[in-house]
């Protein structure tokens, strides 16, 4: 079972931007689809972005698209999410998670977590 570790989080101002970092061990990366959700207090986990074995086809929820970028270096066992533009409403935990076979935006089908990564966005 892969373990993942995220990084990059952080306070910023709003408009500002982050790089979030999700490094994975134990297991065979390139066999992974990877995916971002967040969780902010009081709400249920929501799917960001979400990006293919290859990193050849991403998929971004409407609320992150053209503002937040998902990546990935399989050669550094690493998955990235850039975000610019970042908004108050995007302040949560956010989260990478990986999955055997193709990148949905549904959490409960992925396998293996990280255990999360604080953003604050002030206005």
């Known amino acids: 079972q892969v373990q993942l570790v995220e990084s990059g989080g952080g306070a910023v101002q709003a408009g500002g931007s982050l790089r979030l970092s999700c490094a994975a061990s134990g297991g065979t990366f390139s066999r992974y689809a990877m995916g971002w959700f967040r969780q902010a207090p009081g709400k249920e986990r929501e799917f960001v972005a979400a990006?293919?074995?290859?990193?050849?086809?991403?998929y971004y929820a409407d609320s992150v698209k053209g503002r937040f970028t998902i990546s990935r270096d399989n050669a550094k066992n690493t998955v990235y999410l850039q975000m610019n533009g970042l908004k108050p409403e995007a302040t949560a935990v956010y989260y990478c998670a990986a999955r055997v076979g193709w990148p949905n935006d549904r959490p409960s089908e992925y396998d293996a977590w990280g255990q999360g990564t604080q953003v604050t966005v002030s206005s």
């Open positions: 990006i293919s074995r290859n990193g050849g086809s991403t």
